[in-house]
């Protein structure tokens, strides 16, 4: 039995143990970025034991930097 000290948390070795290892990729892009009509777009695509699977949303107007925090956020907010 162990703890994980990392930061200011600490995990407990049965918590790691019903952690699940999910791989998220994340990207966001502006077509037209910092000019008058951008059309921006973010995905982030999960993958767990070999399975796939991609979310995404049409941003509109937005620019690089908002799309790619939005693609980090869509990764963490389909977790749930």
């Known amino acids: 039995h162990f703890r994980l000290r990392i930061g200011l948390f600490t995990v407990d070795q049965t918590l790691l143990e019903k952690m699940k290892n999910v791989?998220?990729?994340?990207?966001?892009?502006?077509?037209?970025?910092?000019?008058?009509?951008?059309?921006?777009?973010?995905?982030?695509?999960?993958?767990?034991?070999?399975?796939?699977?991609?979310?995404?949303?049409?941003?509109?107007?937005?620019?690089?930097?908002?799309s790619e925090i939005v693609a980090a956020a869509i990764g963490l907010e389909t977790l749930k």
Do not use: H, M
């Open 23 to 66: 791989t998220i990729v994340c990207d966001g892009s502006s077509l037209g970025n910092g000019k008058g009509n951008p059309r921006a777009a973010a995905v982030a695509v999960l993958g767990f034991k070999g399975y796939w699977k991609a979310f995404g949303e049409y941003l509109g107007n937005a620019t690089n930097q908002q």
